[in-house]
């Protein structure tokens, strides 16, 4: 990798700016000045200092995010806020993306990284990993929607969903967790469509293994843990 495209990647400046401390002598690459800015370093050996304090290196960028409703999933819109507009500049120098989709309207659970790789892991229908949302519907459940779910239902363009697991939280408010291994277009709204029911409140909860942090505040987001991490590259 180009040194200035590094230290830019790291925030030490632009490649102009790079250029300027590379003139001034105050960057060295393993402990030798570099006079070139475009010279070529291998960042995971290489030890890069500006000022003799040593740049630490980071490729790849692993946030979760509570996502709040009225935010879209993407990286970036002419009329609406994105999920990436949440991010600060630290986080938006890794040019970082969602992983999949959630609705504007709908929260919870979302994985905002750089690694393509990790995030075609999670998302691939070849994977079958499980997702889990909490809904609330309008309407009186028919006694047998848990078993409707689980056959799979056809959609309004003709789609049969794979099986789906219902049940049912809270009968007075119409509280229920269903989980799903697909991720198609609006297709939780639409399974209750299917079925004759609106969805009046979605909330991811569960990817695979990994899970919302409850205690992250709505519209906040973190690092993951290291655990969290290794699942995610666990996936293959």
């Not at 806020?81 to 949440?86: A, Q």
């Given at each position: 990798m180009r040194l200035d495209k590094l230290l830019a990647n790291m925030g030490v400046g632009s490649r102009k700016e790079v250029k300027q401390l590379v003139k001034s002598k105050r960057i060295t690459v393993n402990e030798a000045i570099v006079k070139d800015s475009g010279m070529h370093v291998e960042p995971e050996?290489?030890?890069?200092?500006?000022?003799?304090?040593?740049?630490?290196?980071?490729?790849?960028?692993?946030?979760?995010?509570?996502?709040p409703p009225g935010v879209i999933s993407a990286t970036s819109d002419n009329r609406d806020?994105?999920?990436?507009?949440?991010l600060s500049a630290d986080?938006?120098?890794?040019?970082?993306?969602?992983?999949?989709?959630?609705?504007?309207?709908?929260?919870?659970?979302?994985?905002?990284?750089?690694d393509g790789k990790l995030a075609h892991r999670l998302t691939s229908p070849k994977k079958h990993v499980e997702k889990v949302y909490i809904a609330k519907v309008s309407g009186e459940f028919p006694v047998n929607i848990i078993k409707q779910f689980k056959e799979g239902l056809t959609l309004e363009d003709g789609y049969q969903t794979k099986p789906a697991k219902l049940e049912i939280l809270d009968k007075?408010?119409?509280?229920?967790?269903?989980?799903?291994?697909?991720?198609?277009?609006?297709?939780?709204?639409?399974?209750?469509?299917?079925?004759?029911?609106?969805?009046?409140?979605l909330k991811r909860i569960q990817m695979g293994d990994l899970q919302l942090d409850e205690r992250l505040p709505i519209g906040n987001y973190r690092s993951l843990t290291e655990d969290e991490l290794q699942y995610c590259k666990s996936l293959k």
């Open positions: 050996h290489g030890r890069v200092s500006v000022d003799d304090e040593l740049v630490s290196y980071q490729k790849n960028i692993y946030l979760m995010m509570h996502k806020r994105t999920v990436i507009d949440l986080e938006k120098k890794f040019d970082p993306f969602p992983v999949g989709r959630l609705d504007k309207d709908t929260e919870g659970l979302l994985l905002i990284t750089n007075q408010s119409n509280e229920v967790k269903i989980t799903i291994t697909e991720g198609k277009y609006h297709q939780i709204k639409r399974m209750f469509i299917a079925v004759g029911y609106k969805v009046t409140y």
